[in-house]
Each structure stands twice: as structure tokens, then as C-alpha cells.
């Protein structure tokens, strides 16, 4: 994987990577660190971009569940937030058949 920086990208272009071997990697990076990957497109080009997604979609689970590791939440914490839920969802039922009947 090769390694250009997004100001050389951005100026340049086509040219900054004329020096990426064909189907190689390309990683992106500015100031703040990497930004994104350039991926070659190739072949099947629905299913590389089904993989893609599935690919970012893991990652995104990853982070999430590391974030949640950060901040337990019991059973009962969970159960006492559903139930806040179905409440609320409830009143608001009740309120829209009573606007209803005043209506009729």
C-alpha cells in the first residue's frame, strides 16, 4: 500500500499516482492522519462494492461496541429505558384516538 498526502492528490491528481503499481492501495493521508483509501476497482464492481460496505459497516460495529465498553449499562437499566419508551408511545396513542373522536 502507497502512501500519498491529500495536498499532493489534490494538485496533482492523476500524476501523483503514476508511481502506484497497477491494483495497489492508495492511502490517503493530510495533516491529521490518514483520510481515505483509494481501492482499485476491478472485476465485479457490485460486489466490490458490496464488500466495501461490509467492510466499513464492521468497522463501524467495532467502534460502537468499543464506545459501549466505555459506558456499562446493566439489564435493568435497559429494561427501565424500554419501558420509558412504551409509556411515552402510549400517551401519545391515546392522545391521537382522543384529537379523533373530537374530530368525528
Do not use: C, H
Not at 498526502?5 to 503514476?18: C, D, M, N, P, V
Request: glycine share 4%; no cysteine; charged share 30%.
Amino acid at each position: 500500500m502507497r502512501q500519498v498526502s491529500l495536498r499532493e492528490f489534490r494538485t496533482r491528481g492523476a500524476k501523483a499516482l503514476e508511481a502506484v503499481p497497477k491494483n495497489e492501495t492508495v492511502l490517503l493521508a493530510g495533516q491529521q492522519g490518514p483520510a481515505y483509501f483509494l481501492v482499485p476497482a476491478m472485476g465485479d464492481l457490485a460486489a466490490q462494492d458490496m464488500d466495501l460496505r461490509r467492510a466499513m459497516a464492521r468497522a463501524s460495529l467495532r467502534d460502537s461496541a468499543t464506545a459501549a465498553a466505555a459506558f456499562p449499562i446493566t439489564d435493568e437499566e435497559i429494561e427501565q429505558e424500554i419501558q420509558a419508551v412504551r409509556t411515552d408511545r402510549a400517551t401519545r396513542g391515546a392522545k391521537r384516538i382522543e384529537r379523533k373522536k373530537k374530530i368525528a
